[in-house]
């Protein structure tokens, strides 16, 4: 079976300071990975994919196998950032995504 | 957007009653989703589909019914509504080669 968790609900963090969302997953084969954000009523937005490696909007996520984590992490918050973080996996490119329960995201000035 | 478009925006209806919500693209993807958005419970599965008259269930299926006779609409139906449908509907699509999911801009359901 496959599964996403994300700990947190809420995550408050002040301007300027680092963020960490967390996302583990349980899959017993190399599932793809992505993180997904969501602003307030819009649709769902692709931030990252892991097989890309790429940074999108200061957020970098890298993918350790051993602990089956996928960690969405930012060195310097902004207030633009406050939103839902979805965190989703799919076994493969036919395959639906199966995402986590979301972290909000609030970043105060 | 990947030119996908969802089918009322927002929608009232009241208990007992037919709902369908529809999902419509128009670049000819085989691949398309229905899921639902509720705090708590992130998005989960309702039903999918591989291609015209192909479908499947999701991970929450109970109530809910969907078709697809053409390719670019992918049709949700709640037969008789329940206060527990109350949600936020989302459609998705996947490209071909692509590993990623896109996402329509979501319809709000609420059962009165």
């Known amino acids: 079976a496959q599964r996403v968790t994300q700990p947190e609900k809420l995550l408050s963090v002040f301007k300027g300071a680092p963020v960490e969302l967390k996302c583990n997953y349980s899959y017993s084969g190399s599932p793809e990975l992505f993180w997904y954000v969501q602003y307030s009523r819009q649709r769902l937005q692709l931030l990252l994919r892991?097989?890309s490696r790429e940074s999108i909007k200061g957020f970098t996520a890298d993918l350790n196998k051993g602990e089956t984590s996928f960690h969405l992490k930012k060195p310097f918050a902004q207030e633009e950032d406050s939103a839902m973080y979805y965190c989703?996996?799919?076994?493969?490119?036919?395959?639906?995504?199966?995402f986590g329960k979301g972290t909000s995201l609030l970043v105060t000035p | 957007d990947a030119g996908i478009t969802q089918s009322p925006r927002h929608k009232v209806t009241e208990t007992g009653t037919p709902v369908t919500l529809r999902c419509h693209q128009t670049e000819n993807h085989r691949y398309m989703y229905w899921y639902r958005q509720d705090p708590g419970h992130g998005l989960r599965l309702i039903h999918y589909?591989?291609?015209?008259?192909?479908?499947d269930k999701g991970e929450v299926s109970d109530g809910y019914s969907v078709s697809r006779s053409k390719t670019e609409d992918f049709l949700l139906t709640l037969e008789s509504a329940t206060s527990s449908q109350t949600s936020v509907y989302f459609c998705?699509?996947?490209?071909?080669?692509?590993?990623?999911?896109?996402f329509g801009q979501g319809t709000r359901l609420t059962v009165v």
């Open positions: 998705a699509i996947k490209i071909l080669g692509i590993p990623e999911a896109f």
């Open positions: 589909s591989y291609g015209v008259k192909d479908t």
């Open positions: 989703a996996l799919s076994p493969n490119s036919g395959y639906a995504l199966n």
């Open positions: 892991h097989i």
